[in-house]
Structure formats: C-alpha cells, structure tokens
C-alpha cells in the first residue's frame, strides 16, 4: 500500500478539501491492512477501511472534521469492545485533511508525520535514516508506525497494462481492473466501434487499425493481455511484443490454440524459451467461460504476477550498513 497522490489530487480538484482517513496500525484482526485508506468529503467518500462500524463512524468524523476546519486527528479503537465488530482486534486509524496547499506541500517520496499532535513535530532518527535510504535507493518501505509517526511511500508509477481486445472479455477485464490504483490501463481495438459508449475513469483507449504497429508503442515493463476477435491478430500481436520486449503476456485460448501457437511462433523464428514466457490459456479454467469468470481469473493471475514482482525487491536497507538496518527495525 501507498499514498496515491494522483488520486488525492483528483478528489481534491474536485470537491475542494478531503480527508484521508488511514490505517496507521493493526494488532490482532482487522478488517484491512496498515496503510489501507479511504478520502471522505461532505457528499461522499472513496475507498475502504474495511466497511461496518469502524469505516462508518471513521467517514463521520471526518466530515465533522471538515467542517471544524481541523487538520489532523487519530483514533484508536477496540473493534469488538468498541464497535461490536467480529474481528478480535484494534487498529489504530489517522485523519488527515487535504487541500491544494497541502497536496502541493507534498514533495517528498516517502511521507512521514506524527500521528498524535502532541508528538514532537521532529522526526525520529529511524525516520530520518528511513527517509534517507527511500531517497539513495528508491526502495518503497511498507507503510508502519516508526516510534510515533506514521511513514509511508507515495505511489510509485502505475504498472502499465495493455489490454488487446474489447469484445466481452476485454470489457469485462477492463471493468475488473480499472477501479484498482496501481495499474495503467491501455485498451486497445481496431476501430472506435469496437468499444463500449462509456470508458471507465483512467482508461487510455486507442484505435489501431494494425494492432501489431501499435504494439511498438508499448513501454518495455507493460503487461499485455491478448483476446482480440481475431487468432490472427492474436497471432501477429505475439509476434510482434517477442520482438519488442514485455513484462508479462497472457494469451486468450484453448490448449489446442496455444500448441499451433508454439508451433507457428517457432516457424517464425522466436527460441522456445523466450515462446514459454506467454501464458495460454491465461486465466483459470476451473472458474468457467463466462466473461466475467474469465476476468476474475485472468485479474487474479496479473495480481499475482504483480504482488510477487513486489515481493522480490530488495527491503529497504539491505544496501545499507548496520546502522540503517538497526533504524528500519526500531
């Protein structure tokens, strides 16, 4: 999890003044994760804590909060004793106010503040030293509390994905992903008929009447998922990310389709190894071949993919010397 900033900054283009409301810290069972957030304004609000009682009454303090004009505020409560929620646990919950002085205040990568205003307003050295490494190494530390403050990264840059088709599945994938902060959806089709009246939020689309040019537009790091309306255009647009560079590529089919695949692939010159990297049939069989169980299955599998390319990064510090690590683990 991390600070969105661009999202931050489109609810505060639009309504003005929010608030962010964060799980600053979890012990025992909770609901959602440290560092999981939700923006709240008079009218509405985005994202979730977790939903019931705890984001209920959270939502309703930060209006109240609004209103008062009050910058910053913590809360901590027991979830069963508290609220007569199930989970067996407390969490400890930040609120915080933004507005376009303080969206552009935000500067750093890696946001740190004191969670209770009786804090001291200097930061810690294992904030410090955690601040310092985020900036030598660009490794994006877990949101947590550090003795007092709550430090977290501001988002990196979406991963991109592209998405080769918008007939059922493409428009059921595409309604699956758009809503999910850390991806940049690129979607693609032959001709502007091709796609639905309405696009959701954040969706780049383009028409390309050759979809295999266009794959030379992609950055190197995108993932790809290929279920155009055509096996040659599936065909060719294989052939051409082989030639241009991917992170991920999922390929729509049958087994059957994927052994003509491998062997026409081949014929054209690509190594087995570099073949074997395309996933087909991409997504899980077992959930059926409904669109929206294609979707969820092929959701899943790029999440995954995602979350374990996140996993392998080094921890922050592992660079460093023993000192830093002392200060990352206080």
């Not at 695949?261 to 409904?290: N, S, T, W, Y």
Request: glycine letters at 12%.
């Amino acid at each position: 999890m991390s600070l969105d900033r661009a999202t931050l900054a489109s609810a505060v283009a639009a309504q003005g003044s929010v608030v962010r409301v964060v799980v600053a810290e979890v012990l025992g069972s909770a609901p959602r994760e440290v560092g999981a957030a939700m923006l709240v304004w008079p009218g509405g609000q985005e994202g979730t804590i977790g939903g019931g009682a705890l984001e209920y009454e959270a939502a309703a303090q930060a209006r109240e909060m609004l209103a008062r004009g009050e910058a910053r505020a913590s809360r901590k409560a027991l979830l069963g004793p508290d609220l007569g929620q199930c989970c067996g646990g407390a969490v400890t919950l930040l609120f915080e106010a933004w507005d376009a002085d303080a969206l552009a205040a935000l500067t750093d990568t890696l946001h740190a503040r004191p969670v209770d205003d009786g804090a001291s307003q200097t930061p810690p050295l294992a904030v410090v030293r955690l601040r310092a490494q985020a900036r030598r190494s660009g490794a994006r530390p877990s949101p947590r509390l550090v003795e007092g403050w709550f430090v977290e990264p501001l988002s990196a840059t979406r991963a991109p994905v592209w998405i080769w088709g918008a007939g059922h599945v493409g428009r059921a994938l595409v309604e699956t992903l758009a809503p999910h902060p850390g991806l940049a959806l690129t979607w693609l089709d032959t001709g502007a008929d091709r796609f639905p009246a309405t696009i959701p939020a954040g969706v780049t689309h383009r028409s390309a009447p050759d979809l295999a040019a266009a794959a030379a537009d992609a950055p190197a790091n995108a993932h790809h998922i290929v279920l155009t309306y055509s096996h040659a255009f599936d065909l060719a647009l294989c052939d051409a990310l082989l030639g241009h560079g991917f992170a991920g590529l999922g390929l729509i089919g049958s087994a059957t389709k994927w052994a003509r695949f491998r062997a026409r692939l081949g014929q054209m010159g690509h190594r087995p190894d570099a073949i074997a990297r395309i996933r087909c049939p991409v997504g899980e069989k077992r959930l059926g071949k409904h669109p929206q169980a294609i979707a969820v299955g092929v959701a899943y599998g790029l999440l995954m993919e995602l979350a374990q390319n996140e996993a392998e990064r080094p921890a922050p510090g592992d660079e460093g010397n023993g000192d830093d690590r002392r200060a990352l683990d206080a």
